[in-house]
Each structure stands twice: as C-alpha cells, then as structure tokens.
C-alpha cells in the first residue's frame, strides 16, 4: 500500500512541477515591480496587510515598518509571534531588527501520546520552556528583481526546570528548532536570495546555518532550492527541495527534503 | 536553460521521496563488524560450543513498554551500558565459540543510540560480526519509540563471511499503516572462516512473537527452506535462535495469565480478547514438529520431556524463567547431553542457551 501511496507522491510531485512548465508559455508576464516576497526579508509588508502560508511563517504588516509573524499551522499549541522592525531603509539597503518569543511546551506535551502519534515519550516531564530570539536581517537588491537577504540571530531559552535530553525529536527541521531548549542558547546565520526568473516564475534560494556551542559545538545547515509560480498578483505556489545536515544525537545526517507551500498576499 | 532548470528540480525531488522505513530486499548483504583490536583465535578442536541469546537490546529486566507491563520507552545509557557490560562477562565466562544473537541494538533511541554489536566485539574475545536489521526506522511516530534499528547478529573469533540476509513473511493480522513501521523478521547467516574448514554456516532468525494468524508458520516454512538449501549445497549449519514457539510436547500452551498485566483478564465469556496476544500456543503447537523431524536440535523433545522447566528459557521481567522459546538445530551431530540454560542470568528476559557441537570430518 505504501510503495502505492509513494508512487502517487512522487506523480504529484512531479505534476507540480510539469505543470507550471506547461503553463509556462501561455502566460504573461506580471508586471516586473511586484513587492512581495516569498521569503522573509529585512523589507516590511504595508499596514494591513498579511502574507500567509501553510508552512512557513505567516506574517502581518502592522504600520510604522513593524511586521508581525506567526505560525498558521502551530500558534495555538507552540506560540511563536515573531516581530520584524526595520531600523534602515536607503536606495540601496534595507536593514530590520528581528524579535521572536516562542513556547513551545504545549506542543511537545501534546504529541505525548500513547501509540501513533507519539512523537515523544509520556515517561518525560515537559516542562515549561521560552525561546526567544533577536538579531537583524538585511536585504539588498543586487541587480533589478533579485534580492539578497542576510540574517544573523542570537536565540537562547529559560525553562521552569531542564527538559530531559532524552526526550528529543531527533528529527531534521525539528530537532534544530527545537534545539535551543536543550542546549540553552545557540546562533543562527542564513542568507536567501530571491528574485524573478522568467514569466511569471521565481527562484528561491536559502541557506541557514545553526550553531549550539554548549557541550561541544552541534552544528545544523538547512538549503533548499525552490521554483516559486506566481500565479496571479497575490498568490504564490513554491515547490522545490531543500538538503539538510545536522549532528543529532545519533550522529550526523544528511536529508533530501521535498519543499510545497503557498504564499497569499492579503489586505486584512 | 529553462530545461536544465526542471532537470535540476526533478534531481533534487525525487531522492527526496527515500521512504522513512527500511522495507529491505528478499535477499540482501549483513553488515559487517570486526572488533577495533584484534584477539588472538583459538584453535578450534573437536567441537565448537554454540550460544543463541536473545539479549533484549540491553535493557535487562526494566520494564520497556512494548514487550512487558511496563512503561518506559528510552532507556539512558546509564541503564543500558552496565547491562551490556553483564552480557559482555557473561559471554566471557561461557566463551562460547559462535554467538547467535537477537533483539540487538546499534542505533536506537530507545537504547541511547549505543552500537551494541561494536561494544560486545570491543569487550569480548569476539573478533567478528555480522548483524541484520529487522526493524530499521529513521523514526518511528508512536509512543515516543523515535529512530530505531534492532537486528540479528552472529559473532565469532574467525573471519565471517557469505553473510546473508533474508526476508521472512510480514505479519498479515495488523493494518497497513502498523505494519509499515513493524517489525520485518530475518534469518540471516554466514560462514565461518574456522582454520581446516570452509563449509560451515551459522545461522540466527527471530520470528514474530505476537501475530494471531499463520505469519509465524510462514516464517518458520522460510526459516526450514533456508536450512534445507544450505544442507543440499553440501554444507554444516548451525541454526538457532528465538523461535516463539514452545516444544511440541509442551505441558502447558497457555501463558495468558503469566504474561498478562495487572488489571487484564483473560479467558472468561466476557473478555476480549479471550488470549493474550501471542500467549496463546494451542493453535501453534504442531508448527515446529517439521524442524524437529528434520534437523538435529540441540535438546531432543526427549530430553526436554524429562524436565521442562530445566530447560525454560525466557522469562516475565519480574517472573522465574516459564517457557522455553529459544533452540539451536543443526544438520550434523550434537554433543550428546550438552545442552544448556542459563538461569541465574538476568540480563535479558531470555537466558543463554548453548550446546555443543560435533565438527564433522
């Protein structure tokens, strides 16, 4: 059933990818000064008006260069409100300081299930746990419809007693994330770059680096290479893959992830 | 351009699409083990004294969730490293010449992600090994089990090689989504390099211990077909393992109530279900009669006849040993009388088993 259930997978990854190629030629170009990115940059989205996805970061222009971010998928069990504050904008840079709080205990008690679904052992106390993240970002358009975004962010976490280490989802994309609560504080640097490719198609291009120097250097790198469709002025389809590196605690591993999502431009 | 751009992106998607589960091959390499210093080898002389231990991943008696009344799930490498160093001794005073082994770890969670197979070899005489998985998962999503990979190894003092590994069966009683990530029974094998010798074979299996339907007898009918292949090629073996299956001449074929835990009742009108998962033998009782009647085995249901519970082998994590589920076979003579359990072993829920085998000439 499952090598059926992965045949389909890989048709519909496939389509999705065939069928933009399809469309490719029967489309218009949009006009080229769209401001909407899919990926986060030190810009800031107008007053009102949010960009929302299913897996990556939601986010909400509040006025005043101030943005708002949060999980769609994850706000009420993990709450992470994220707040971008632009510090500098110049004709030729754009630079924002970035400000996240993240508590994720409620999460990780509920994915303490018996049976499937158990992501992590009910023999574990969660305790309650903060993250909080801070850093700046900065974006700069290096030629017409291509910017590049860098960012480096400090993160570290208080908890109301230490979580136990074996109580880890040693899993890439969360474990890195997840990460800082064990370790108590940790780095982040990434660059993105994104920029329009042709028609109505765009690339995506990131990179992020994750740095836990307590008790030995943990290193994580997160890179994915994504084709972003517009398909109409507010509305983005990305697919792509994205390879991951990260030392858990079983040792070092390389994953080929596949990489969908949307982004959907709205004024609220 | 626009071409080489999908042919990058189809590169790049497909791999990813690598199923989260080892599903394995019917027929595929072990992997190989050697000790990172060597030990000197015996000599082999007349008879090679032969174990086959199901060493529960090194959780000793704790009471793991899955195959007990407990409720741990990860074990620290507190709890498992002083185990493995019991297991490590207790080959030591054995000193068995070839080990066949079941339910080791080499990169679980539930285990401390410790490699069981390199520890025995780095802490025993053993030189040799070679180990095939049986349930190999990047992660399993249920009751915090996470990344696991639990196998069959056989160890030696000579070189291994031919090492094999075959697929047996998958239990048809369960869900497809449950079987995805259950376990995949093996038997494997390979032939030891004993100086004078290059025909003998020593062969591990651990079949399915909890299946309600004919899983087990496939397996079983698998396990004989493999034997009976290495016995047409010319060739010796020594076969044994955790059969879960209890001698055909048994006196009880029921161990509902022993196993079962606190609160569960079994065996009344009303209760459902009226056994034990795979507690119950009566229906199974037969299954290893053709094993019997065409190999050697190691303890002859005449001997086994004279005292069952001499000869019991596994054990609840809190009871005296009360089953006899392990056995060793072969297609060339045992020592007569050799043998052996056990019982004052605690590191595990099954207790060695050994005998002595008869090199042929």
């Given at each position: 059933m499952f090598q059926i259930i992965h045949f389909i997978r890989r048709w519909i990854l496939a389509l999705s990818l065939a069928l933009p190629a399809a469309v490719l030629l029967a489309q218009k170009p949009l006009p080229p000064e769209s401001p909407y990115f899919f990926s986060n940059t030190a810009y800031t989205l107008p007053a009102?008006?949010?960009?929302?996805?299913?897996?990556?970061?939601?986010?909400?222009?509040?006025?005043?260069?101030?943005?708002?971010?949060?999980?769609?998928?994850?706000?009420?069990?993990?709450?992470?409100?994220?707040?971008?504050?632009?510090?500098?904008?110049?004709?030729?840079?754009?630079?924002?300081?970035?400000?996240?709080?993240?508590?994720?205990?409620?999460?990780?008690?509920?994915?303490?299930?018996?049976?499937?679904?158990?992501?992590?052992?009910?023999?574990?106390?969660?305790?309650?746990?903060?993250?909080?993240?801070?850093?700046?970002?900065?974006?700069?358009?290096?030629?017409?419809?291509?910017?590049?975004t860098g960012k480096a962010l400090f993160e570290f976490s208080v908890h109301s007693s230490p979580p136990d280490e074996r109580s880890t989802v040693d899993l890439p994309i969360v474990f890195p994330r997840s990460a800082v609560y064990y370790k108590g504080y940790g780095f982040i640097a990434g660059a993105a770059f994104e920029g329009r490719l042709f028609g109505r198609f765009a690339y995506l291009a990131t990179s992020d680096a994750y740095f836990f120097p307590k008790g030995g250097l943990d290193f994580f790198s997160e890179s994915s290479l994504c084709l972003i469709w517009q398909t109409g002025r507010r509305f983005m389809l990305l697919g792509g893959a994205e390879l991951t590196f990260g030392e858990y605690p079983f040792g070092a591993q390389w994953h080929l992830l596949p990489v969908l999502d949307f982004r959907w431009f709205l004024r609220v | 351009?626009?071409?080489?751009?999908?042919?990058?992106?189809?590169?790049?998607?497909?791999?990813?699409?690598?199923?989260?589960?080892?599903?394995?091959?019917?027929?595929?390499?072990?992997?190989?083990?050697?000790?990172?210093?060597?030990?000197?080898?015996?000599?082999?002389?007349?008879t090679l004294l032969v174990m086959t231990w199901n060493m529960r991943y090194g959780a000793g008696r704790l009471g793991w969730f899955g195959d007990s009344c407990g409720d741990r799930v990860i074990l620290s490498a507190g709890e498992v490293f002083p185990t493995l160093e019991q297991i490590a001794a207790r080959i030591e005073t054995i000193r068995p010449d070839i080990v066949l082994l079941q339910e080791i770890d080499i990169d679980s969670k539930r285990s401390a992600y410790i490699d069981q197979m390199?520890?025995?070899?780095?802490?025993?005489?053993?030189?040799?090994?070679?180990?095939?998985?049986?349930?190999?998962?990047?992660?399993?999503?249920?009751?915090?089990?996470?990344?696991?990979?639990?196998?069959?190894?056989?160890?030696?003092?000579?070189?291994?090689?031919?090492?094999?590994?075959?697929?047996?069966?998958?239990?048809?009683?369960?869900?497809?989504?449950?079987?995805?990530?259950?376990?995949?029974?093996?038997?494997?094998?390979?032939?030891?390099?004993?100086?004078?010798?290059?025909n003998i074979y020593a062969v591990s299996t651990h079949l399915v211990a909890n299946s309600r339907d004919d899983t087990k007898k496939r397996q079983l009918d698998e396990f004989v077909s493999i034997l009976q292949d290495l016995h047409r090629q010319g060739n010796y073996f020594i076969a044994g393992g955790d059969l879960n299956l209890i001698p055909?001449?048994?006196?009880?074929?029921?161990?509902?109530?022993?196993?079962?835990?606190?609160?569960?009742?079994?065996?009344?009108?009303?209760?459902?279900?009226?056994?034990?998962?795979?507690?119950?033998?009566?229906?199974?009782?037969?299954?290893?009669?053709?094993?019997?009647?065409?190999?050697?085995?190691?303890?002859?249901?005449?001997?086994?006849?004279?005292?069952?519970?001499?000869?019991?082998?596994?054990?609840?994590?809190?009871?005296?040993?009360?089953?006899?589920?392990?056995y060793l076979f072969s297609n060339s003579a045992w020592a007569p009388g050799s043998h052996q359990v056990y019982h004052e072993s605690q590191e595990s829920d099954h207790c060695p088993v050994t005998a002595l085998w008869v090199i042929p000439k």
């Open positions: 009102r008006r949010g960009g929302f996805s299913l897996l990556h970061t939601s986010r909400y222009g509040i006025g005043s260069g101030l943005e708002l971010g949060f999980h769609p998928l994850l706000v009420f069990l993990s709450p992470d409100i994220e707040l971008k504050w632009k510090q500098i904008e110049t004709p030729g840079y754009t630079l924002s300081s970035f400000h996240s709080v993240n508590y994720p205990s409620l999460l990780m008690r509920t994915v303490q299930i018996e049976g499937a679904g158990g992501f992590i052992s009910r023999e574990f106390d969660m305790p309650d746990m903060f993250a909080f993240q801070n850093g700046v970002m900065l974006s700069k358009e290096i030629r017409k419809g291509h910017h590049l | 351009m626009k071409r080489l751009l999908f042919l990058v992106f189809f590169v790049l998607i497909f791999p990813a699409c690598e199923p989260l589960v080892e599903t394995f091959d019917e027929e595929m390499p072990c992997q190989l083990y050697e000790a990172t210093v060597k030990k000197q080898a015996p000599a082999p002389g007349n390199q520890y025995l070899l780095d802490h025993t005489y053993l030189n040799y090994g070679v180990y095939a998985s049986n349930w190999k998962s990047q992660f399993i999503p249920s009751d915090g089990i996470g990344r696991m990979d639990e196998g069959n190894a056989i160890l030696s003092p000579w070189p291994l090689d031919d090492a094999k590994r075959f697929q047996l069966p998958l239990r048809n009683d369960i869900d497809a989504l449950t079987r995805y990530f259950y376990v995949r029974e093996n038997v494997m094998l390979a032939r030891v390099n004993m100086p004078g010798t290059d055909p001449n048994a006196d009880s074929t029921d161990y509902c109530d022993e196993r079962a835990c606190a609160g569960d009742r079994y065996h009344g009108p009303n209760d459902d279900p009226t056994h034990l998962e795979g507690a119950n033998y009566a229906p199974e009782i037969t299954w290893l009669n053709p094993l019997f009647d065409e190999f050697l085995p190691s303890l002859t249901l005449a001997e086994y006849k004279t005292g069952e519970k001499k000869y019991f082998t596994n054990a609840q994590i809190n009871s005296d040993y009360n089953s006899t589920l392990d």
